[in-house]
């Protein structure tokens, strides 16, 4: 969740770990929140379509671009999630579990380095 470019990544949706009903598309009208800060959730998201910002305490402290995953420190360490996400123009998420991110990683290690 920066301001950073990101970058486009290809990942292999198609194996059999990816393709299990462990992986959810939601769509989000402008405005909407795609996460609230506090809540617990294993999913991480990536931002297939549109733009959203990170919130944290009030404050912006990111924006969101297409390609981008976002979630993941929560899911990973089981926390309650640290801010906010908003949706800035309509949006489009893929919600992964957490335990088909794990396994997605094992196989394709590029996804761990793009997590910011």
């Known amino acids: 969740m920066s301001s ?15 393709s299990t009903e462990a992986i959810e598309y939601h769509s989000y009208p402008a405005g909407a929140t795609i996460i609230e800060q506090g809540d617990r959730s294993n999913d991480v998201f990536t931002l297939i379509e549109g733009r959203a910002i990170a919130i944290q305490d009030g404050q912006k402290v990111g924006v969101i671009q297409q390609g981008e995953f976002f979630g993941a420190i929560a899911a990973f360490t089981g926390s309650r999630r640290r801010a906010s996400v908003v949706a800035t123009r309509d949006c489009v998420v893929r919600a992964i579990s957490q335990d088909t991110f794990v396994s997605m990683i094992k196989t394709q290690p590029e996804i761990a380095r793009s997590i910011k």
């Open 4 to 18: 950073e470019p990101s970058y486009e990544l290809s990942i292999d949706f198609t194996d059999d770990l990816a």
